[in-house]
């Protein structure tokens, strides 16, 4: 990506650090996501037929969730800026006519107007440099009355799935700074109002923000584990402080044990599922 585009800082994170441990992580990570993605898929409806435009596709899975939902008369476009993650998702796309994958800028990307019927994301639009500009530019993308749905974190606090790790860290080691609110970010979205704002802003209209909580997992407590060291703020914490490697696994690892069940370890989540319309 041109190192001027509006989120070029985005693109050299999601194809040189994160997208590389995400595509090797993809499994675990769409099992902890999976739930929060079936919600908003949900509350978009999508029809057979429809042409959907995915936002922030990553590896795929929602993509594919979407397609079968659409069928074969029924189309679905993802976009991302990651490399990593797109070579994922056209694999697990193979031999399917009614999905492919683009890399690509939502906020900037000359989409042909008002040509989707609806459009989507789980967890890819919270990371926009001008996030009313973005929404201006996918509601452009969809026809008069396009259907638009979301999901995306609520504050951290509540997201014990999110922070355990880093809360039993703190024992030994300073956490990052706190973003600023607003800034992008996996959390950028946690204020409705904001959301609200920005969504209208952008030209949507009939905002809707309801929440949605559920116990989330990627797997049995090593599996958990070994996510939390690679994906987040902990893994580069760890690497700033090698000599307390060790205290700080055991402690994150006992934390994540007093959660452990038959399925897995399982966290509290709290998303927003949010929807809007293109004008009519």
Same mark, same amino acid.
């Given at each position: 990506?041109? *190192?001027?585009?509006? #989120? %070029?800082?985005?693109?050299?994170?999601? #194809?040189?650090?994160?997208?590389?441990?995400?595509?090797?992580?993809?499994?675990?990570?769409?099992?902890?996501?999976?739930?929060?993605?079936?919600?908003?898929?949900? %509350?978009?409806?999508?029809?057979?037929?429809?042409?959907?435009?995915?936002?922030?596709?990553?590896?795929?899975?929602?993509?594919?969730?979407?397609?079968?939902?659409?069928?074969?008369?029924?189309?679905?476009?993802?976009?991302? =800026?990651? +490399? *990593?993650?797109?070579?994922?998702?056209?694999? +697990?796309?193979?031999?399917?006519? #009614?999905?492919?994958?683009?890399?690509?800028?939502?906020?900037?990307?000359?989409?042909?107007?008002?040509?989707?019927?609806?459009?989507?994301?789980?967890?890819?639009?919270?990371?926009?440099?001008?996030?009313?500009?973005?929404?201006?530019?996918? +509601?452009?993308?969809?026809?008069?009355?396009?259907?638009?749905?979301?999901?995306?974190?609520?504050?951290?606090?509540? #997201?014990?799935?999110?922070?355990?790790?880093?809360?039993?860290?703190?024992?030994?080691?300073?956490? *990052?700074?706190? *973003?600023?609110?607003?800034?992008?970010?996996?959390?950028?979205?946690?204020?409705?109002?904001?959301?609200?704002?920005? =969504?209208?802003?952008?030209?949507?209209?009939?905002?809707?923000?309801?929440?949605?909580?559920?116990?989330?997992?990627?797997?049995?407590?090593?599996?958990?584990?070994? =996510?939390?060291?690679?994906?987040?703020? =902990?893994?580069?914490?760890?690497?700033?402080?090698?000599?307390?490697?060790?205290?700080?696994?055991?402690?994150?690892?006992?934390?994540?044990?007093?959660?452990?069940?038959?399925?897995?370890?399982?966290?509290?989540?709290?998303?927003?599922?949010?929807?809007? +319309?293109?004008?009519?």
């Amino acid at each position: 990506m041109n *190192p001027s585009a509006p #989120n %070029a800082a985005q693109a050299a994170y999601w #194809n040189e650090q994160a997208g590389p441990s995400w595509a090797e992580l993809q499994s675990p990570l769409d099992r902890q996501l999976a739930p929060l993605g079936a919600r908003a898929i949900e %509350a978009l409806a999508p029809r057979p037929g429809e042409r959907i435009l995915d936002i922030g596709c990553g590896a795929g899975a929602a993509s594919l969730d979407l397609a079968r939902a659409v069928g074969a008369s029924g189309s679905v476009l993802g976009v991302d =800026l990651s +490399r *990593p993650l797109l070579d994922i998702a056209r694999k +697990r796309a193979d031999g399917l006519a #009614n999905v492919r994958f683009e890399e690509a800028d939502a906020q900037a990307y000359p989409f042909e107007p008002a040509s989707f019927d609806a459009a989507f994301s789980r967890f890819g639009v919270m990371f926009f440099s001008d996030p009313p500009a973005a929404f201006a530019n996918i +509601r452009r993308a969809l026809k008069p009355g396009g259907r638009l749905a979301f999901v995306c974190w609520r504050e951290a606090a509540l #997201n014990p799935a999110m922070t355990l790790a880093m809360m039993a860290a703190v024992a030994y080691v300073e956490p *990052p700074p706190p *973003p600023q609110p607003g800034a992008p970010g996996p959390f950028a979205f946690a204020d409705p109002d904001h959301v609200r704002g920005i =969504l209208e802003a952008g030209g949507l209209t009939n905002v809707s923000i309801t929440s949605f909580e559920t116990k989330i997992g990627s797997g049995d407590l090593e599996t958990t584990l070994g =996510l939390s060291l690679r994906v987040g703020p =902990l893994g580069a914490v760890l690497r700033e402080h090698p000599d307390k490697r060790e205290a700080v696994i055991d402690a994150v690892r006992e934390a994540y044990r007093a959660h452990e069940g038959p399925d897995g370890v399982k966290l509290d989540s709290a998303t927003w599922i949010v929807t809007a +319309r293109a004008p009519g």
